[in-house]
């Protein structure tokens, strides 16, 4: 995100249209602009001076500014003082609250994503679910500034979600007691033999040099990277300046990313520094209906440079710009103020980014009882049969290779005994299959890097 500071002769910009009235043809469009606030300036003044009871006017001005935000986009928001300190500092990577990045879908408040390890994640809060009360208190009509409101609150204390759940017949009550939200966005696993996994939960300040950080130690300890898998799955997304350094990363040349606003004829395009350290091993990136923004910047760059191959599912589709305009009494706007295209000029906004490679998730312990489940008509299909030659030799190979179809299935309770590795695809398909995309990377001809 773009931080601007408000010109202070904005804010006079009435008094001028007012004294500039008498001396020149005011256009049509300025005279509707001049009565529209004369006509906000009487109902004010009015307000103030009958009411049957004395008025806030600091609280009146916040609430017309955001009755008027409500007439456009729903990432367009505004923020007073409090609420806007705290917006800097979550981008800090650090903050109170629940852990939860919220959009309005349809007129329904819905998380995007609840980031991991948050009091919302540990409580149980999944992508997609809807919220339709917090506190007893419905959402219905509610913006996503006034939301927030309600979903702050002091650390310790509790707050109560109910929420609509797909697959569930009826909503649900979430309680989730509030805490200090930090949050570590770059997380790595090590996959043996050369490859290295990493997920990226959000795109705050450090995210980049984590990321670099991170690739730097798996190379020190393995002498070189065979290939890298990065899982941007339930990423909302963040600052889109981190969104362009992790792209560059991995780029020689090459657009990044262009953004269009209101003047059409007037692109600005982001390109590749030729600085990419990390271009000679392939990539794989992961993501699903909830990977936003800036995972969608980043996905977008890598795939239509033919630098990654993106795998998953169609992206949630967030490919507008926000700036953020600090106001002087320290309230914030954010405000919507153009669209990201992809290199090739595919516009994000509401399209998503399509994967080459799609991978529907499925849950794991389903896909294991779809898979161990036989008519039991063979020998072989007898539970604890002897075990013929050929049989034990297949057996003692897929071991080796870990190429089983489902080869998490009879860890159950050994879990203990599982590498990070197997821990981590033990329930996690889509991760399983991805590497093994990724493993074959050198074969498939119709994507080069």
Do not use: C
């Amino acid at each position: 995100m773009k931080k601007l500071v408000l010109n202070k002769y904005f804010l006079i910009f009435t008094v001028l249209v007012a004294v500039s009235v008498s001396f020149f043809q005011v256009p049509a469009w300025a005279k509707d602009r001049y009565t529209n606030l004369q006509n906000f300036t009487k109902v004010l003044n009015l307000i103030q001076q009958y009411y049957v009871e004395e008025v806030d006017t600091e609280k009146l001005v916040y609430g017309a500014i955001k009755g008027m935000l409500r007439e456009l986009d729903p990432h367009t928001n505004f923020m007073p003082p409090e609420m806007f300190k705290e917006f800097e500092n979550e981008t800090s990577g650090e903050f109170g609250g629940l852990g939860i990045e919220i959009s309005v879908q349809n007129g329904i408040l819905t998380i995007i994503s609840p980031i991991e390890d948050t009091p919302a994640f540990k409580a149980g809060i999944k992508a997609g679910d809807k919220i339709v009360a917090i506190d007893s208190q419905s959402t219905k009509g509610l913006s996503l500034v006034e939301a927030s409101q309600f979903l702050r609150g002091k650390k310790g204390s509790r707050v109560v979600l109910k929420v609509v759940r797909e697959g569930v017949e009826n909503p649900i009550d979430i309680p989730i007691v509030r805490g200090n939200v930090k949050i570590r966005s770059v997380k790595y696993t090590n996959l043996e033999d050369g490859f290295a996994y990493v997920k990226i939960t959000s795109f705050i300040e450090n995210t980049a040099k984590d990321l670099d950080k991170m690739i730097e130690e798996h190379m020190s300890k393995n002498k070189k990277l065979e290939g890298l898998l990065i899982d941007l799955r339930k990423n909302p997304g963040g600052l889109l300046e981190q969104a362009i350094k992790v792209s560059d990363m991995f780029l020689k040349e090459g657009a990044i990313v262009s953004t269009v606003g209101r003047n059409q004829k007037e692109k600005e395009i982001t390109m590749a520094t030729k600085k990419g350290k990390y271009t000679g091993f392939p990539v794989v990136i992961l993501v699903d209906q909830y990977s936003a923004s800036a995972s969608e910047i980043v996905s977008g760059a890598l795939q239509d440079n033919k630098r990654a191959m993106i795998v998953g599912e169609k992206t949630f589709g967030k490919g507008s710009v926000q700036s953020v305009i600090k106001l002087q009494d320290g309230s914030g706007l954010k405000l919507t103020v153009a669209r990201y295209f992809t290199p090739r000029g595919i516009s994000i906004q509401a399209e998503g980014i399509t994967p080459d490679i799609e991978i529907e998730e499925i849950d794991s312990e389903a896909f294991a009882k779809t898979v161990v489940k036989s008519k039991g008509n063979r020998e072989k299909d007898i539970q604890n049969h002897l075990k013929g030659e050929n049989e034990k030799a297949e057996q003692e190979q897929n071991l080796k290779t870990d190429n089983a179809m489902a080869w998490w299935v009879d860890y159950g309770s050994k879990e203990k005994n599982l590498t990070v590795k197997q821990k981590l695809f033990q329930r996690d398909y889509q991760a399983y299959q991805a590497f093994n995309y990724l493993k074959v990377w050198k074969t498939l001809r119709s994507i080069s890097y």
